[in-house]
């Protein structure tokens, strides 16, 4: 939202006031408050007719620092409430200091200066240490409130129910400055020029919105910002005054947190505090999973059918997925399987389990419910369903006919919703995708729980929903065994994994759409996610759908899923069964994947931990001295060792770029020295995936079928450009890390006890296949 018309005018229609001073400054018990009036105190007269700006800025935990801006104080503060430092507050203690230059509030690695000067507003943040003498600032005419419409008189905002207030800060922007984040976006991977809107909406991958938005960004000044309101945000990042960040929210408060590094891993370690860190999965999740696709026809037979086909095929599903019409049509989300279609559920779904085609189930559910079925009806009468304000159920026709919408605010409709999910469980059902969650209504509602604003229910209510049903798992298969596939998120869901990427079409740009959306949500906390290979929208052309598979394999969670077609191979190219063929390309990609489980299991306990990306891990975390790095937004890191770079043209050729150290293709063995881009032409059984110097990479048997197997047994451990202290995290049957191998001083290889049966030792590089210097060619 833009308060202003240029630097001199205000927006029409608009009231704009701003703190213009620095009145008062007193100590808190955990920081300041700075007393701010909206015009310059030169005489005492100059305090009445005024209105003021209290920003209070206090010591978090270390490393972090708040700041709030209130306008009335009196307003009610309604929920709900982002769910912070879950996993416990840091003790911090909030250290205040008296200059020259001003008063200094320090948390730790953090601190916060208000100038000295008279009749300024002038507030710094920089390191403690000196090293960064400013992260950013808030200077003059910064922070503001706004109305709209623009009242003629101060006596009209005696009734406020004509008028939207706002309040505003505007953080400084550094030269060369970059931003990025703000959850699931589609658009520049660099927010600097964007207005951005953080309202869940289910918009597809190709427009400003977004169906996780998640109020925090990263820039490439060592710092992140974190603004605590669960409902709408709106930013300017750099598009109001190009050297500022501009957020505002509707309300009498606004609140953020100012997040140190310097680094980024060290920004997103202190998010994960803040927000809360993702669990780990379970290993058969990693697997590959195949839909039914949305709107297409499907039955038992066709379920059967499209598994032994994987199997002839030579290619391993770790997860089968029945997408919505396992329920019957104007009946979801009733939780009955279509009986004419799945007669026996229970039966079927043990069947493929005994049979070696799948190791779990999936199965589609969303927190709408539609009328006609049996669910409506109890949920109706019991009161579990959202109200409008005059007592009538909240219902709509859009998606789904006279669909309600569980009302998660009431423990009595969560008891219930997680009924009928243990009635799935029962079936032998092991996940769930949790879709939609964003067009939540904000206009004549009435929620169970009276004290929560329903706009900032809004975007919320992702949260509310993705807990209820991962907590369900959780509670029946154990931790570490639950994990959702959810397409709606907003701060904090990131606790509930995974998320996939939405509604993509099948071309080159969506998917390249979705690696940009898949970077920017990593930067957010999430550890985990995926997207539709072959794009959901439309029927890829065997190329397009070749090319995601190689991508969407190096995802940390991978899935063929479409709408109203298929995306088992054979339907896509004529079942074309040669070496570059869809079958035999989607069979390579799996396996590489199920041979990199020792890899990415032993990577992902480390991404938990650190509130990092799996894959996709924007190169800038690894790499934040690279200037370039923080504009590559075509490729990505797979944890912190393996850097890959899909291909989005038919003719194979990519360009990407190599940060500076030694690089060797793990296809064809071939090194390269970085900085510096190249360019490559690769055949569908590959693209540029580039392991670090210094690495040891723990790979998997070749010839596993599936991704549950023991990750120490037969396993190849390759050296590249390994020197003394090199080292690698190994991990057991069960996922978890059980030790380390370790370059030695003579560059023998240290814990090689903890592996199992016949192991091989590589010492430049992994075993090359042949083939591959037949389709890969640098240009």
Request: proline fraction near 4%; include cysteine; hydrophobic fraction near 40%.
């Amino acid at each position: 939202m833009k308060f202003r018309d240029g630097m001199w005018m205000v927006a029409e229609g608009m009231k704009v006031e701003y703190a213009e001073e620095v009145y008062t400054v007193t100590q808190t018990e955990k920081g300041l408050s700075l007393l701010c009036p909206s015009k310059k105190v030169f005489r005492r007269g100059d305090t009445l007719n005024t209105s003021t700006l209290t920003v209070d800025i206090e010591a978090a935990s270390d490393g972090i620092i708040s700041v709030e801006t209130t306008h009335w104080a009196g307003a009610l503060d309604k929920g709900p409430h982002f769910d912070l430092y879950p996993h416990g507050r840091p003790s911090v203690e909030a250290k205040v200091t008296k200059g020259d230059k001003g008063t200094t509030l320090t948390s730790g690695t953090l601190s916060a200066t208000v100038s000295a000067d008279e009749h300024t507003f002038d507030v710094r943040f920089h390191s403690t240490d000196g090293s960064q003498q400013q992260l950013t600032a808030l200077l003059g005419r910064s922070v503001g409130l706004a109305y709209s419409p623009a009242p003629s008189n101060p006596l009209q905002t005696g009734d406020m129910r004509d008028f939207s207030h706002y309040v505003f800060t505007q953080t400084q922007l550094g030269v060369g400055e970059t931003v990025h984040g703000l959850g699931e976006r589609f658009g520049a991977f660099n927010k600097v020029g964007q207005s951005v809107a953080l309202w869940n909406a289910d918009g597809g991958t190709s427009s400003d919105q977004a169906y996780k938005n998640v109020p925090f960004w990263l820039s490439s000044r060592g710092y992140g910002v974190f603004v605590d309101h669960p409902g709408r945000v709106e930013l300017e990042v750099g598009s109001e005054r190009c050297t500022r960040v501009q957020t505002s929210v509707a309300g009498q408060r606004l609140k953020w947190y100012l997040i140190h590094g310097p680094a980024p891993r060290d920004v997103l370690r202190r998010l994960a505090a803040l927000t809360g860190r993702p669990p780990a999965v379970p290993p058969w999740s990693y697997g590959l999973w195949l839909s039914t696709s949305f709107t297409t026809s499907y039955d038992d037979a066709t379920v059967a059918s499209f598994l032994e086909g994987m199997r002839a095929r030579d290619v391993q599903v770790d997860v089968f997925h029945y997408d919505c019409f396992w329920m019957k049509a104007f009946a979801w989300t009733d939780f009955v399987f279509d009986s004419e279609r799945f007669p026996d559920p229970k039966a079927q779904i043990a069947r493929l389990k005994a049979s070696g085609l799948v190791k779990k189930v999936c199965v589609w559910i969303n927190p709408y419910i539609a009328q006609h079925g049996a669910a409506f009806r109890v949920a109706a009468e019991k009161g579990y369903l959202l109200k409008r304000k005059n007592g009538d159920v909240w219902q709509w026709d859009l998606w789904q006919a006279g669909m309600g919408l569980v009302d998660f605010t009431n423990p009595a409709a969560v008891e219930w919703y997680v009924g009928c999910l243990n009635g799935l469980f029962d079936q032998g059902v092991d996940a769930i995708k949790t879709d939609f969650g964003e067009r939540i209504p904000t206009r004549d509602v009435a929620w169970h729980d009276g004290a929560v604003d329903p706009h900032r229910m809004h975007n919320y209510y992702a949260f509310l929903y993705n807990r209820v049903v991962y907590e369900a798992l959780e509670a029946r298969y154990g931790a570490g065994e639950a994990v959702l596939f959810a397409r709606s998120a907003t701060a904090g869901t990131q606790r509930f994994p995974l998320v996939w990427g939405g509604d993509c079409e099948s071309t080159p740009e969506a998917m390249a759409e979705s690696v940009r959306g898949g970077l920017g949500l990593g930067l957010c906390g999430h550890a985990f996610w995926s997207n539709d290979i072959g794009g959901f929208e439309g029927s890829p052309a065997p190329w397009i759908y070749k090319r995601w598979v190689a991508f969407g394999l190096l995802c940390s969670h991978s899935r063929l899923h479409g709408s109203g077609s298929y995306r088992v191979p054979w339907t896509i190219d004529g079942d074309d069964r040669s070496d570059e063929g869809c079958s035999r390309t989607l069979a390579r990609w799996t396996a590489l994947k199920t041979r990199l489980m020792p890899y990415l299991l032993a990577q992902a306990e480390r991404a938990v931990e650190g509130g990092l990306p799996l894959s996709l891990r924007a190169v800038l975390v690894e790499f934040p001295g690279d200037p370039t790095a923080w504009y590559l937004d075509r490729q990505f890191m797979v944890g912190d060792r393996l850097l890959a770079a899909p291909v989005f043209d038919e003719s194979g050729e990519v360009e990407f770029y190599l940060p500076r150290g030694r690089w060797t293709s793990f296809f064809t063995g071939e090194a390269r020295d970085g900085p510096g881009w190249f360019r490559e032409r690769h055949g569908f059984g590959s693209l540029p995936l580039y392991v670090r110097e210094n690495t040891v990479l723990v790979l998997g048997k070749p010839g596993v079928r599936g991704v549950v197997y023991d990750y120490a047994e037969d396993v190849e451990v390759a050296l590249y450009e390994a020197k003394e202290g090199a080292s690698a995290e190994l991990v057991g049957s069960d996922g978890k890390i059980v030790g380390s191998l370790t370059v030695g001083a003579g560059g023998e290889l240290k814990g090689t006890e903890l592996l199992k049966g016949s192991w091989t030792k590589s010492e430049n590089g992994r075993k090359i296949e042949e083939s591959y210097s037949k389709t890969i060619s640098s240009l």
